[in-house]
């Protein structure tokens, strides 16, 4: 649910609540309960969509994009640390000064 909310946003979509558990493949329920604990978290918030009453938006308070945006942040330096290690393993890798840890 929180991969599927972050590329939308970054595609400037809107989500529906609807649309968000489909998504997920989860039942509604599952996807009511899961959304709840997200919002007690401070991570997602709900808000009427204004052209379709009957419709509910979800998107990231700033806190869940901050938190979302590191957790993204911490992956890609974990991916590139694990590639370059991977590299420098090999025996025509990066030369052992370009062997150092990353910063």
């Known amino acids: ?44 918030e709900r808000m009427p969509d204004p052209s379709d009453g009957r419709r509910v938006n979800v998107r990231f308070t700033s806190e869940g994009r ?13 991916y590139a640390e694990t590639c370059r290690d991977c590299a420098c393993s090999c025996n025509d890798g990066p030369t052992s000064q370009d062997c150092k840890p990353l910063e």
């Open 1 to 44: 649910m929180l991969l599927d909310l972050y590329w939308r946003e970054s595609q400037g979509l809107k989500t529906s609540l609807t649309s968000l558990w489909l998504a997920s493949k989860a039942s509604e329920m599952t996807g009511r309960r899961c959304l709840a604990v997200m919002e007690e978290q401070n991570i997602v």
């Open 66 to 78: 901050k938190k979302m945006d590191a957790c993204f942040s911490a992956l890609l330096l974990g």
